[in-house]
Every structure is written in structure tokens, then in C-alpha cells.
């Protein structure tokens, strides 16, 4: 299964961005080979508007089945939704702990966003 | 002469004078004689009403075209969602979803898709409110709570109005919805207070009236005798003062009871007429 966390850099050690549609970096890890990517959201981070959804459009491109980040507003949530994408908010520490948290089970799976929409 | 005249009253700071200084200059156009309509394009929050408390006669909803997507005829290309530049709409894992309060309307997404599947359907942003202030016309938009976009209404605020002068209230800023409510105008006077943080916005709204090519004056309020910031400014720029208003108290206890200086306070009929004949003038009609 690969896993989407949001990140403020390009490795396993870099800190879990809060951020889910504005979030600097995707790392895409593949819970069977434990192999990641890293995809840039750098399109995103500027967006005036609709970050999150586009951010839910790019990790379900890649073939992302959960994702891991801080928050999750209501349209990403929904997004997230259609695309069939599991969401596990509350993420803290560096992605690598925060990967470490979802197989332990400590990370509960949302359901629904845990914030406000910052906009319309 | 054409026998359509628009004068915007704009400002780059809020609260610099703007519904004084564009309900007292409509007032000035009926007593002159003028046929006059009044334009609160700060749908906002328009409060032009509270100084002309006109009689409203008639009153519709505007609205958005919004898309809305057939899934029977969907074929999940995800064309609509390329060409949206808002993310309104989204083709997401073969499911369209759409995001009303992000779509501005311009039915792109229906333009491209291949198999006919989106369709439009209004959504109503606001309302516009419509009477008569004595001898003015009155219009103003009112933008419902919660909506981000206000210039589609002001556009139909602005497409009101009658056939003689209209004045249009401008929101306050140098975006979007004041780029739609003085588009199109034939004059704009900006209104500033001389103040740094006055003067500082006043640079950035004559940079955008200039863009626009819109000819344009500055209108001081609040105007000190000692105080030159807003001369300095002009002169600098080779743009012309048509009023200086006096900090007077008056003026701010007449604002407070819904009056305003042209009627309220002794005086201030002949500058607001003075400054409708020199706007007028400079606006060659």
C-alpha cells in the first residue's frame, strides 16, 4: 500500500508538514518494499484557492491509498473521499516517526476534516 | 455630449470618505438639475442608504452560473477540471465533484467537455435593491454573508443606473471588486485622507486608475491647512486636487446622525457643488 505524508522536506527525517494542501512535499511510502518517493507541491503552495483539492488530485494520481498529515480541511476531506483515500490527521515529529505511529495503529483514521476552511 | 456621464468615487484605504463624498455629490446633481442615479457598488457593505434613505421599489437576486454535471453522460476525461483555474470543479479517481462557492462563472468547464454532460444552473451571490432618493435614483448590491466573490454583483450594480450621471460608491481597495465597479467609468475621483497610511494607498489606486486609463482626480478629506502630505503628493504625481474637505467636526457628528455635510452642515452645499461642476468639467461632458 503506498502511504502519503505530508512533509517539510525531502526525506524520511524531515518534519511532518501540518499542512495538508499547502504541505511542501509529499514523501510516498510503499508499506511493502519500504521505498518512498518524494513529489513537490510546489504548484500548490501559491495556489490562490483549492489547495487541498488539488493536493487530494496529485497523491490519487500516484496511486496514494492513506494519507498521513496534521490537518485536513472539508473540501480536501471530500476530495480525499471521492478518491477513495484513507485520512489519518494529528501527525507530529518526522515523517519517519509519523509512518512508525500509523503501523502501530496509534494514528486514527478521520472521519471527516479537523478544520475550518480557510476559504469560501 | 453623450448623455451618459459615470464619475467612480474610489479610495485605496477604507473609510477615507467615499459614500460622503459620492452621496453628497449626487445630492449636488439632482439640486443642479442633473438626472442622477447613485451606485453603491460596496456590496460588501454598502451604507450609502443610511445618508440617502431612499424609498426601495424593487429588488432581485443575482447569481453565478454554476455547473452541474450529468454523471450518465460523464465520461471522466477530466477535462473540465484541467481548464478550471479555481478548483471548483475536479475529475478525481473517475468521480467529478464540483465546489460551488470556488466557481466564478466562466462556464469553461461546460465549453470543453466532450460529451455534453455539464450543464449551468444560477447560483444567486446577492441581491440589488433599487428606488428613488427624492430626485435620485438608488441602487446597491447587498452580497449575501458568506460569498467570496462579489465582483459578478457589482457588475450588475453598475449595469443599472440611468441614462444621465451616475455616481458610482466604490468599494474601498485596488482588487477585483473595484476594478468591476469603476471599469468602464468615465471619470474616477479618489478620495484620500492626508495621512502616511491615506497617502500610501492613495499611491497604489492612482497606479491602478492609470493602468485602467481612467482620467482621475484626488479629493482630500479631512483636510488640515498645516498638513501637505497630500498636496506633496499630487504635485509630485501632475494629479489634480478638485476639493480639500475640512477636518471638521460637523461633518463627523452629521455622519454619526445618517447626515450628511451637504444638507447637514452650513457651508459644505457650495464645495460639493463646486466639486460636481469642476468633475464634470474635467470630465469633458
Known sequence: MKVAVTSMGQNMESKVDPRFGRANWFILFNTETAEYEVVSNEQNLNAGQGAGIQSAEIISRNGVEALITGNCGPKAFKALGAAGIQVYCGAEGTVAEALESFKSGKLEKASGANVEAHWA | ?285
Not at chain 2, 15 to 38: E, F, H, I, M, Q
Not at chain 2, 77 to 95: D, E, L, P, R, T
Not at chain 2, 148 to 164: H, K, Y
Not at chain 2, 256 to 263: D, E, H, K, Q, T
Request: charged share 20%; proline share 6%; glycine share 10%.
Open chain 2, 1 to 285: 455630449m453623450s448623455p451618459k456621464l459615470t464619475i467612480a468615487v474610489a479610495s485605496g484605504k477604507g473609510g477615507t470618505g467615499k459614500t460622503t463624498v459620492s452621496a453628497s455629490l449626487s445630492c449636488a446633481a439632482a439640486d443642479a438639475g442633473y438626472k442622477v442615479a447613485y451606485l453603491d457598488c460596496d456590496v460588501e457593505e454598502p451604507n450609502g442608504h443610511l445618508f440617502l434613505k431612499p424609498e426601495i421599489d424593487c429588488r432581485h437576486l443575482v447569481g453565478i452560473p454554476v455547473p452541474v454535471v450529468d454523471q450518465k453522460k460523464c465520461v471522466a476525461c477530466g477535462a473540465c477540471g484541467q481548464i478550471c483555474q479555481y478548483s471548483a470543479i475536479v475529475c478525481i479517481n473517475k468521480n467529478i465533484l464540483t465546489f460551488d462557492k470556488m466557481c466564478h462563472g466562466c462556464g469553461g468547464c461546460a465549453l470543453v467537455c466532450p460529451a455534453g454532460a455539464i450543464t449551468e444552473k444560477s447560483r444567486s451571490i446577492g441581491s440589488i435593491e433599487g428606488g428613488s432618493a427624492g430626485r435620485i435614483s438608488f441602487y446597491h448590491g447587498n452580497l449575501f454573508v458568506g460569498e467570496a466573490f462579489s465582483p459578478p454583483l457589482i457588475r450588475a450594480v453598475r449595469s443599472t443606473g440611468c441614462n444621465g450621471l451616475n455616481i458610482v460608491d466604490a468599494p474601498p481597495g485596488t482588487s477585483c471588486p473595484v476594478i468591476s465597479a469603476i471599469k468602464g467609468a468615465d471619470y474616477v475621483l479618489l478620495v484620500t485622507e492626508p495621512t502616511p497610511f491615506g497617502i500610501n494607498d492613495l499611491d497604489i489606486a492612482a497606479g491602478m486608475v492609470k493602468e485602467l486609463g481612467i482620467p482621475h482626480a484626488v479629493v482630500v478629506n479631512r483636510h488640515d491647512p498645516d498638513n501637505t502630505l497630500a498636496r506633496d503628493f499630487c504635485r509630485d504625481r501632475g494629479i489634480k486636487i478638485l476639493a480639500e474637505i475640512p477636518d471638521d467636526r460637523r461633518i463627523a457628528e452629521a455622519y454619526s446622525r445618517g447626515a450628511l455635510p451637504y444638507s447637514a452642515v452650513p457651508g459644505y452645499r457650495e464645495l460639493f457643488k463646486e466639486l460636481l461642476i469642476s468633475a464634470v468639467k474635467e470630465a469633458k461632458w
